[in-house]
């Protein structure tokens, strides 16, 4: 969730009391015809199959016998379960290193673009092109190639004379730094939403500090960075969210297998090995909730430390 | 903010600052320094595109050629992989194009009527429970597929619809999209609340003033909606790897998995060109829709 839904959250709240709290009647039914589709979906789609999975997760099931109960055990496997460790391990690596990494270089490109310069339309498109390609297949299995033994990377490390035949993608201390370098390829997206949030800052604020002598890093220090924290946060929230759930690319740059030696195991690739290709349902179950509560967790954990440090214009 | 790609790119195609001065004139220190910003950041854009270029050159090259080389400029326009590519697999390549755009299409359709729909209730609207499901809404947000996928798939394998293209679709005719609503929430808030008025004395019900006075205002909003729509759907892997495994229901992004386990690197030139032909679509909806893009990005991430 972000700032601004919980501000929409808060209007939707102060909306409800202004009008007494008491709603009339033919809101209630038109109500209920514009949402039916809505609610149709959080009963068959979303919050009803989380629910039912909730129950899953103490079950054995295999899709073709009844589900059996089986209490706690699909949670008590977890502890001693090294693949899912394994699986946290990558997942955790991933989101720690490539999300700062991608907003890192997101930022410093939409700082470099945002003061005046021409042609900007033009570097936006470009930067926004792997972000638009970066979540598809055709990607994912163009990185496979580049990285291999005979791929683009180590010819271009051979032309700068570094001699290298080794596949970067079945090497397990470097396969998942290839899908790491992937991320961080698509730093167009957050670069767009910078840029807007960098144009919101009045240009005045820059005038003044100037006249008064201030240099360029202390309008960055004292401006641009505490203005731009809401729009940092709502990127570093989006982007986690959005990282916990990878799957493509490392399904694809491994063949499905999450190797070599499970060092690019995704959390959601083990999710799909034990629920799709071991049909161990009720055990993905418990990993879809244990997959639930972590980003709850993160997200939660990020709204707490918000307060430290996002500046609040209001 | 406006511009749309293509007239982007012829305008700043070339963009050496010397081409034109400003009005103030420019000293040369100043234009050097901008020659010297402009040539950094090009730099930069042939990096980042680098291995987008050599797969599309890559494409036309025969499978001896692509290893080995990091030219991006093609020797010969050789299509041969395009023709090996499109019938590589069971079924010609074009059947996998239509079954996503199948889906694309359905999801389009049901993510702007289910949204929009849902939408206008929760901004324009008074009703019980109004707060609680507006919350439950947006936490739905944070929820991935892939935490709810094990019971849906349990729900439509009973039904009978595994193989089918209605477990990818009619999630989106339900707005399961809840990112979609918020955004149209967010939408319709910022049009004058005296139009629904106006319309209310008129004698409009809330269904006419929804289709026919906010409708057509919220346009922005609906095309920001199928753009985004349209990328998620067509990149999307997990679902429909998960809900088609019969090869002739095979979208394009389950296709181009299952030529790498067919090929096992025999026609790497054949991928290539498929995964070329992939993104084709991608990159025209981009051309086109770039402005609603960008707009629809910055709305939802900037203030």
């Given at each position: 969730?972000?700032?601004?839904?919980?501000?929409?959250?808060?209007?939707?709240?102060?909306?409800?009391?202004?009008?007494?709290?008491?709603?009339?009647?033919?809101?209630?039914?038109?109500?209920?015809?514009?949402?039916?589709?809505?609610?149709?979906?959080?009963?068959?789609?979303?919050?009803?199959?989380?629910?039912?999975?909730?129950?899953?997760?103490?079950?054995?099931?295999?899709?073709?016998?009844?589900?059996?109960?089986?209490?706690?055990?699909?949670?008590?496997?977890?502890?001693?379960?090294?693949?899912?460790?394994?699986?946290?391990?990558?997942?955790?690596?991933?989101?720690?290193?490539?999300?700062?990494?991608?907003?890192?270089?997101?930022?410093?490109?939409?700082?470099?673009?945002?003061?005046?310069?021409?042609?900007?339309?033009?570097?936006?498109?470009?930067?926004?092109?792997?972000?638009?390609?970066?979540?598809?297949?055709?990607?994912?299995?163009?990185?496979?190639?580049?990285?291999?033994?005979?791929?683009?990377?180590?010819?271009?490390?051979?032309?700068?004379?570094?001699?290298?035949?080794?596949?970067?993608?079945?090497?397990?201390?470097?396969?998942?730094?290839?899908?790491?370098?992937?991320?961080?390829?698509?730093?167009?997206?957050?670069?767009?939403?910078?840029?807007?949030?960098?144009?919101?800052?009045?240009?005045?604020?820059?005038?003044?500090?100037?006249?008064?002598?201030?240099?360029?890093?202390?309008?960055?220090?004292?401006?641009?960075?505490?203005?731009?924290?809401?729009?940092?946060?709502?990127?570093?929230?989006?982007?986690?969210?959005?990282?916990?759930?990878?799957?493509?690319?490392?399904?694809?740059?491994?063949?499905?297998?999450?190797?070599?030696?499970?060092?690019?195991?995704?959390?959601?690739?083990?999710?799909?090995?034990?629920?799709?290709?071991?049909?161990?349902?009720?055990?993905?179950?418990?990993?879809?909730?244990?997959?639930?509560?972590?980003?709850?967790?993160?997200?939660?954990?990020?709204?707490?430390?918000?307060?430290?440090?996002?500046?609040?214009?209001? | 903010?406006?511009?749309?790609?293509?007239?982007?790119?012829?305008?700043?195609?070339?963009?050496?600052?010397?081409?034109?001065?400003?009005?103030?004139?420019?000293?040369?220190?100043?234009?050097?320094?901008?020659?010297?910003?402009?040539?950094?950041?090009?730099?930069?854009?042939?990096?980042?595109?680098?291995?987008?270029?050599?797969?599309?050159?890559?494409?036309?090259?025969?499978?001896?050629?692509?290893?080995?080389?990091?030219?991006?400029?093609?020797?010969?326009?050789?299509?041969?992989?395009?023709?090996?590519?499109?019938?590589?697999?069971?079924?010609?390549?074009?059947?996998?194009?239509?079954?996503?755009?199948?889906?694309?299409?359905?999801?389009?359709?049901?993510?702007?009527?289910?949204?929009?729909?849902?939408?206008?209730?929760?901004?324009?609207?008074?009703?019980?429970?109004?707060?609680?499901?507006?919350?439950?809404?947006?936490?739905?947000?944070?929820?991935?597929?892939?935490?709810?996928?094990?019971?849906?798939?349990?729900?439509?394998?009973?039904?009978?619809?595994?193989?089918?293209?209605?477990?990818?679709?009619?999630?989106?005719?339900?707005?399961?999209?809840?990112?979609?609503?918020?955004?149209?929430?967010?939408?319709?808030?910022?049009?004058?609340?005296?139009?629904?008025?106006?319309?209310?004395?008129?004698?409009?019900?809330?269904?006419?003033?929804?289709?026919?006075?906010?409708?057509?205002?919220?346009?922005?909003?609906?095309?920001?909606?199928?753009?985004?729509?349209?990328?998620?759907?067509?990149?999307?892997?997990?679902?429909?790897?998960?809900?088609?495994?019969?090869?002739?229901?095979?979208?394009?992004?389950?296709?181009?998995?299952?030529?790498?386990?067919?090929?096992?690197?025999?026609?790497?030139?054949?991928?290539?060109?498929?995964?070329?032909?992939?993104?084709?679509?991608?990159?025209?909806?981009?051309?086109?829709?770039?402005?609603?893009?960008?707009?629809?990005i910055a709305t939802t991430g900037g203030k």
């Amino acid at each position: 969730m972000s700032l601004k839904e919980l501000n929409a959250l808060a209007a939707n709240r102060s909306a409800r009391r202004r009008s007494g709290g008491k709603a009339d009647t033919r809101d209630n039914r038109a109500a209920l015809g514009f949402l039916s589709p809505w609610m149709l979906g959080i009963v068959g789609i979303t919050l009803g199959p989380l629910l039912y999975s909730l129950y899953l997760s103490f079950t054995n099931y295999n899709l073709l016998q009844s589900p059996s109960w089986v209490g706690l055990d699909n949670y008590e496997r977890m502890f001693g379960d090294e693949r899912l460790h394994q699986a946290l391990k990558v997942t955790f690596t991933y989101v720690i290193v490539s999300v700062p990494l991608q907003l890192a270089v997101a930022l410093g490109l939409a700082l470099a673009l945002d003061r005046g310069m021409r042609g900007l339309a033009f570097y936006r498109s470009a930067f926004y092109l792997p972000s638009l390609l970066g979540g598809s297949v055709a990607i994912a299995v163009l990185w496979r190639l580049v990285f291999g033994a005979s791929g683009l990377f180590n010819v271009i490390l051979g032309l700068i004379g570094i001699e290298s035949s080794q596949s970067w993608i079945s090497n397990p201390d470097t396969a998942l730094w290839t899908i790491i370098l992937l991320h961080v390829w698509t730093f167009g997206s957050p670069m767009v939403i910078f840029l807007a949030g960098l144009r919101q800052i009045p240009r005045a604020y820059y005038e003044a500090a100037a006249t008064d002598g201030a240099n360029v890093w202390w309008r960055f220090r004292h401006i641009t960075m505490p203005l731009l924290t809401p729009i940092v946060f709502f990127n570093v929230v989006l982007a986690i969210i959005n990282s916990f759930s990878n799957f493509t690319q490392a399904y694809v740059v491994s063949g499905g297998t999450g190797g070599p030696a499970d060092s690019t195991l995704f959390y959601t690739l083990y999710l799909y090995q034990e629920g799709f290709g071991n049909f161990r349902m009720g055990y993905a179950a418990a990993m879809a909730w244990l997959l639930v509560l972590i980003i709850g967790a993160v997200t939660a954990i990020n709204f707490w430390l918000s307060k430290r440090w996002v500046h609040y214009d209001d | 903010m406006t511009d749309l790609a293509t007239r982007s790119q012829n305008v700043s195609a070339t963009p050496v600052p010397g081409a034109a001065v400003t009005p103030r004139g420019r000293s040369g220190w100043s234009r050097a320094k901008s020659v010297l910003r402009h040539s950094a950041m090009l730099a930069v854009v042939g990096i980042t595109l680098y291995p987008i270029l050599w797969m599309i050159a890559s494409s036309f090259r025969p499978d001896g050629q692509i290893f080995g080389t990091a030219s991006i400029i093609p020797e010969q326009w050789d299509v041969s992989n395009y023709v090996d590519g499109w019938n590589a697999l069971g079924e010609p390549f074009g059947v996998y194009l239509m079954n996503s755009a199948i889906i694309v299409l359905g999801s389009i359709i049901g993510n702007l009527v289910s949204c929009s729909m849902a939408a206008y209730a929760f901004a324009r609207l008074r009703f019980r429970f109004q707060g609680p499901a507006f919350a439950l809404m947006l936490v739905t947000i944070m929820v991935p597929i892939h935490a709810v996928i094990v019971p849906q798939y349990i729900l439509f394998s009973k039904l009978g619809l595994v193989n089918s293209f209605i477990p990818l679709i009619l999630p989106k005719l339900l707005a399961t999209d809840a990112f979609f609503i918020f955004l149209m929430v967010q939408f319709i808030r910022g049009l004058p609340r005296e139009l629904d008025e106006a319309a209310r004395i008129d004698g409009a019900g809330h269904f006419r003033t929804f289709f026919q006075i906010l409708l057509p205002l919220m346009k922005p909003a609906l095309a920001t909606t199928a753009i985004f729509t349209f990328i998620w759907t067509w990149n999307d892997f997990f679902s429909q790897l998960v809900y088609l495994t019969d090869p002739a229901k095979y979208t394009v992004p389950v296709a181009l998995r299952s030529f790498i386990d067919a090929q096992s690197g025999s026609s790497y030139g054949a991928l290539f060109a498929m995964s070329v032909v992939s993104i084709v679509p991608l990159i025209l909806a981009f051309a086109f829709g770039q402005k609603y893009l960008v707009r629809g990005i910055a709305t939802t991430g900037g203030k």
